[in-house]
């Protein structure tokens, strides 16, 4: 378990190391976001979120909602459809309204015999459609784009409270002559307290930069996300 814990935090590392230090731009965010799980039996349940995005020093905010069905293939992993839908609303610019389609991979990997260290990892795959209205102008812009995520967290459980640090790697399948190969990523600190079997309550620290091609971040931002997290049981 220590040596899988170093080769974790190195590889953390490794993927943080080469953050520029000349990002042109920066911002604040606060993220609103609950999250629910109605478990219909062993193996499937029904997934949803939903949030509200705030940006501080940016007039465009962003309000979400995204569900799937999820399968428990084994103790270690699951596999999730779903489809989201976002809209970005800027009083002084462009409005993006998005439908979002996605499939997950899941992992969760107990590292300890007691089970208070744990890996939990998620590949992701994303394909977004996108229509862009100008303010004042009747045109509106669609596009869609394709793009992999992958998250992964170490997390350590201390009673009620559960401790992480993780990332998350956004990878591009559109255009690369601008846009890195890893275009975003999401470094995470989390702190989770758990009321009860149902309901836990989680903040985390992400600091999140987006890169152009040969030329490192480009722009971070310092968020805060405030989450509920509750899990519904349709049969006892």
């Not at 009747?138 to 459980?157: C, F, G, H």
Request: with cysteine; glycine share 4%; charged share 25%.
């Amino acid at each position: 378990m220590k040596n899988f814990l170093k080769i974790s935090i190195a590889i953390y590392c490794f993927l943080i190391s080469d953050l520029s230090f000349a990002q042109i731009s920066d911002d604040k965010r606060l993220w609103l976001h609950y999250f629910n799980s109605i478990k219909l039996n062993k193996k499937w349940s029904i997934d949803t979120d939903a949030a509200y995005l705030h940006q501080f020093d940016v007039t465009a905010n962003r309000v979400q909602a995204r569900s799937g069905a999820k399968y428990k293939i084994n103790k270690n992993f699951s596999i999730r459809l779903g489809i989201g839908y976002f809209y970005v609303f800027d009083s002084e610019g462009a409005n993006v309204s998005e439908i979002r389609p996605n499939q997950d991979l899941i992992g969760k990997h107990f590292l300890s015999r007691n089970k208070s260290w744990y890996f939990t990892q998620r590949a992701r795959f994303e394909e977004q459609f996108l229509t862009t209205t100008i303010q004042g102008e009747e045109n509106k812009e669609k596009d869609q784009k394709n793009r992999l995520r992958y998250s992964y967290m170490v997390r350590k459980a201390i009673n009620s409270w559960t401790f992480g640090i993780g990332g998350e790697m956004f990878i591009n399948f559109n255009d690369k002559s601008t846009n890195a190969f890893v275009n975003k990523h999401r470094a995470y600190a989390v702190i989770n307290k758990k009321l009860n079997d149902n309901l836990a309550l989680e903040a985390q620290y992400i600091r999140e930069d987006s890169f152009k091609n040969q030329q490192g971040s480009v722009h971070h931002a310092d968020v805060l996300r405030l989450c509920v997290k509750q899990v519904i049981h349709t049969k006892k």
